[in-house]
């Protein structure tokens, strides 16, 4: 089959990497784009970022590569054979060493809890840019936070009510923080609102739900983890 009828020039990429650390697997996924599709065997693609940071990537390195295309999430191995600037744009090519399949998204599990999180409506214009270095752009910095509570959360998304209506196909920038071993872990997701009602029982407070988008593993991993450990405790406590 060939590349350009799978792909396409602008594609999201995402590279994951695995290694050890202190006999522990870690893994670090990198957000890239499609630049161009040189042929049958090989793309270019912009070099990624992680947390913000240009990563330059390594000649000979091998990813598993995640691509979004016409809705549908493809994997394959990679492998990186150059990498150069072109003007002041970096990027990386990527030979595809396996069969590129269809990705099968597995379903979250809903966990029901009400806790108070924040965010921000954002323009796609703002969701691209922070897609792109990994933060928010000075003109969402600054802008201020509005307040939700959720109903539930899962790790493809949320369900909330909230005093601030979002129109449905708007995009938010939501922040929560997630218990770790280590700690309160910082997250800071982007959503598409896939509806908004008004509350039958409360006048001018909204329900709404939303799909989390451009995540990194790590953090949807965080979420789900975070789902399991708290069914986990609310079970032993039903126990007795």
Known sequence: M????????????????????????????????????????????????????????????????????????????????????????YLVCLRILTDIKKYQRREYYRFDIGTDFAFKPISNMESMVISKIGDEPESVATRPQLRAVTIDISGGGLKYVTTNRNAKGEIILVFFDIPTNTGLKKLKLQGRVLQSTMSMNRPGVYEERLEFFDVRRDDRDSIVKYIFEMERKRRQKQRG
């Open 2 to 89: 060939l590349l350009d009828n799978i792909l396409k020039v602008g594609n999201k990429l995402e590279l994951s990497e695995r290694y050890a650390v202190d006999g522990r697997v870690e893994t670090k996924n990198y957000q890239s784009q499609i630049a161009d599709i040189i042929d049958d065997e090989n793309i270019e693609a912009l070099m990624p970022v992680y947390e913000g940071r240009l990563i330059p990537l390594e000649k000979g390195s091998e990813f598993d590569a995640y691509i979004s295309s016409g809705g549908i999430l493809y994997n394959c191995k990679v492998l990186v054979t150059n990498r150069y600037k072109n003007g002041n744009i």
